[in-house]
């Protein structure tokens, strides 16, 4: 009886934007008498910071200081549609609308200054809340100088409006699943390690470190990156070794109806956490930026179950990985995979082979 | 200063952590009524009535809905994509799982609504359910969905999401080793700390507002106008800021049925699901069984992979059909894998229905190839870095639908894990880079695989 340290690796990839794409998103802005910049986007903000990610493109896509920037999405009536917050595309597609609403209300902002300066508008550049000349940086005027001027002495309204949308991509070949064009707005991929201790008396895995790569395109904030990538392994290490509605699937017995009956990793669970963060951009997102939010928690379960294996030597492959499950599959350690010709045959207990009846819709053969 | 690239402080993280912002819950109108629904108790069976009289004349309560109060009250999460509905906003003539909405009440306050509920009489007649997707495949199993135990209507009406590329025998024939092994990843609850909660207010004007906690407000919003057939600018979806999601509120809840209640019984009427409902009713993480056959040489190379994906949705389709289709699409991980026989069904089970959550579809064909990964190089007694640097998805290299990857970083991050728990890797294994592929890591089997990318 003993803990057995062990580590085990993934790679992943996953994509960018609804599956087959099709998912819009709007945006406008509009430049109040001072400067100040309202931004209305249909993104709600699930705790994946949007709010924070579109005022960051806002800000550094108009020039101005991102505390000038008002994000807005707290109805339709004011806001244009965004398909929602999910399939890892607030910050690529929301963000991407968001940055044509900046570039199109910059436009109208440089027309402006350009009559108040006296300079053509392709000459002017907007720098930390400034219009500057371009090679003549004492010529300028102020942002707020230029919304006052648009609003008081031209009678017009500085507003912009952008709209994203990666077309949707049909199946061709129902029978093949081919496509007519890339499903996806763009791919980010992850690689990630796991050390674990097992312990062959109680069967309990404690997940002691995970290392993550990922490549995220473009950090528009380092910070929230991060954040999703540490709260995603959480999350995944909840997927791998304590998370299920049904403790003994496939039955419905025995469902958790609280907290306290239903166990979401803790902070006493806390493995240490390594993060390092590759930016291989996008060639069509905002600045680069990839989407990684939901893939933050896919490389670890994988990570955790051959980490398991190195370190006692079983193959726990129905999730999560519970002390019993550890348990069981120690009990019966020395039977291995069946083997066949050349074939190699783990796991034929839960196979539908093996559970389904003769003549069910459902088959793999296996074996030569 | 750049505002790309800073690490600014989130815009509400403040107001979040003193408690400030305002989610759903915490908007009060007065006049606001409790809503409370009759939920079927039994997983499956057939409705032979249901009475409301004695419920509808009680005192407190302002209005009870059932499904004839719905003008469409069968409307799918993919309608707006052609793709056919099957479930009920309040059940009509059976009920599929335990916990499904049949009726709701909009009373005074909570304990006038909960005895509401209880005065409606309910009469079922239970049927024989299925739990185990691996036997609703079965000449005999119990028939627990009109439309079948399985979805039935992907493109041109098949009932199975099918990839096929390159010669899946001739890949079969040609390897020195197959490792097969089934993989069951768990459905899991999204747990956000703020429940489904929606809040539909009738305006002087007519209209109606929706307090939502929805992750998708136009989505939802055209979910409830659709089942209330009215047009978009009768609502006004407010909401944005979400305590938590995970993709457990994609699925629109609750702002349906208080939408309904507030139209007939003329007040704002609120519905807080409870935390039991929340872990019972409210949509979960899908269960998946997975089976995979991989064809692999000695020296590591992966010539082609077989797949079978039974996907538990539950009692119902909802977002279940997206879910396998993107699970086929990325089904080969980060490899390339130039022959492919994948077979995926959404299968019906009579568990609370299936739907998003983070990593949907993908979450769980990771863990399954994943740990296929390791099994392969325990196997064939290869480094498991190296066989995946080995196989690694390159530029150009194609996806199982055909698409050619344009800028895959597989390569470098598995490069980097290695550095950074100190596995030594040779050094043609450092010297790898995503660019296209030739020489040694161009083999015969990969050729034909290869796409064009555009530069």
């Known amino acids: 009886m003993a803990k057995h340290t062990g580590r085990g690796i993934s790679a992943i990839e996953y994509p960018t934007g609804m599956n087959q794409n099709g998912d819009p998103s709007q945006a406008w802005i509009k430049i109040k008498p001072d400067g100040r910049v309202d931004v209305f986007s249909g993104t709600s903000d699930i705790g994946n910071g949007s709010k924070t990610i579109q005022s960051q493109i806002v800000a550094e896509t108009l020039g101005v200081p991102y505390d000038w920037i008002t994000y807005d999405n707290s109805n339709t009536d004011s806001s244009p549609v965004c398909t929602g917050t999910f399939a890892s595309r607030a910050t690529f597609v929301a963000g991407k609308a968001v940055e044509k609403a900046a570039l199109s209300a910059k436009e109208k902002l440089l027309e402006i200054a350009a009559k108040e300066l006296e300079i053509a508008p392709e000459d002017l550049e907007v720098v930390d809340g400034e219009v500057i000349a371009k090679g003549a940086p004492q010529k300028k005027i102020g942002v707020p100088d230029v919304a006052a001027a648009a609003t008081w002495v031209h009678g017009e309204l500085i507003t912009g409006t952008g709209a994203h949308l990666n077309p949707y991509a049909a199946i061709v070949d129902p029978e093949t699943g081919r496509v007519d064009s890339p499903p996806h707005a763009a791919i980010s991929y992850a690689a990630c390690a796991a050390e674990v201790e097992v312990d062959d008396e109680t069967g309990e895995v404690r997940v002691e470190h995970m290392w993550q790569c990922f490549d995220v395109g473009r950090a528009i904030n380092p910070t929230l990156v991060e954040g999703q990538i540490q709260g995603g392994a959480l999350m995944g290490l909840g997927l791998a070794v304590l998370e299920s509605c049904y403790p003994y699937y496939p039955s419905v017995e025995h469902r958790g109806t609280e907290f306290g009956s239903y166990f979401v990793p803790g902070i006493e669970g806390l493995p240490k956490i390594d993060t390092i963060i590759i930016e291989n951009p996008s060639a069509l997102g905002p600045y680069g930026a990839k989407g990684i939010s939901e893939m933050a928690n896919n490389p670890q379960p994988p990570a955790i179950a051959s980490a398991v294996f190195d370190a006692v030597g079983v193959w726990v492959t129905e999730l999560p990985i519970t002390p019993e499950r550890v348990l069981r599959a120690l009990e019966k350690k020395d039977e291995g995979p069946r083997r066949d010709g050349k074939w190699v045959i783990f796991d034929e207990d839960i196979s539908v082979n093996t559970v389904a009846a003769e003549g069910s819709r459902f088959r793999f053969p296996v074996g030569a | ?190 747990a956000p700390l703020e429940t489904q909660t929606g809040l539909a207010v009738p305006e002087a004007d007519g209209r109606i507002t929706v307090y939502s906690c929805t992750q998708a407000l136009y989505f939802s919003m055209g979910v409830v106008a659709a089942h209330l057939q009215v047009p978009l600018n009768r609502l006004k979806f407010v909401g944005g800021t979400v305590g938590g999601g995970f993709g457990g509120k994609v699925d629109t809840a609750a702002e349906a049925i208080c939408a309904l209640l507030a139209l007939k019984g003329g007040r704002p009427c609120k519905w807080r699901w409870t935390r039991e409902e929340e872990f019972l009713c409210s949509s979960t993480r899908a269960a998946w069984h997975i089976e995979i056959a991989d064809a692999v040489t000695k020296d590591g190379w ?154």
């Open chain 2, 1 to 190: 200063m750049k505002a790309v690239g800073a690490r600014l402080p989130r815009y509400d993280g403040v107001a979040h952590v003193t408690g400030k912002s305002v989610f759903v819950d915490d908007v009060r109108i007065p006049g606001t009524l409790c809503v409370k629904a009759l939920r079927s108790p039994l997983h499956h069976a057939g409705i032979v009535s249901l009475d409301t009289s004695k419920a509808e004349k009680m005192p407190g309560v302002h209005a009870v809905v059932t499904h004839k109060d719905v003008p469409l009250n069968v409307y799918g999460h993919l309608s707006a994509l052609g793709i056919p509905a099957d479930e009920p906003l309040l059940a009509e003539d059976d009920v599929r799982w335990l916990g499904q909405p049949i009726a709701a009440v909009a009373a005074e306050d909570e304990d006038t609504a909960l005895a509401a509920v209880e005065a409606i009489k309910l009469d079922l007649e239970e049927r024989p359910a299925v739990f185990d997707m691996r036997i609703a495949g079965d000449p005999d199993a119990p028939q627990i969905h009109h439309w079948g135990n399985w979805y039935p209507h992907f493109e041109a009406e098949m009932d199975v999401r099918q990839i096929r590329k390159g010669d899946i025998d001739a890949a079969f024939d040609a390897a020195d080793v197959i490792v097969s092994g089934v993989y069951r990843p768990a459905a899991i609850e999204q």
């Open chain 2, 302 to 455: 992966i010539l082609g992979r077989k797949t079978l994906t039974l996907h538990d949705a539950g009692a119902y389709a909802r977002f279940s059909p997206y879910g396998v289709t993107k699970h086929s699409f990325h089904h080969t991980g980060a490899y390339s894998i130039p022959n492919l026989h994948f077979d995926g069904y959404v299968v019906f089970t009579n568990r609370s229905p299936t739907s998003a959550m983070r990593g949907y579809g993908v979450t769980s064909v990771s863990f399954a190839t994943e740990v296929h990964m390791s099994r392969i190089a325990k196997e064939l007694g290869i480094d498991p870095f190296e066989i995946r640097l080995k196989n690694a998805n390159r530029i150009a290299d194609t996806s199982p639908n055909g698409i050619a990857y344009t800028d895959p970083s597989t390569v470098p991050t598995i490069q980097a894990i290695a550095e950074a728990i100190g596995h030594e890797l040779p050094a043609e294994y450092r010297a790898m880079t995503p660019d296209p592929r030739e020489g040694d890591l161009l083999p015969e089997h990969l050729a034909a695989q290869v796409g064009e990318v555009d530069h």
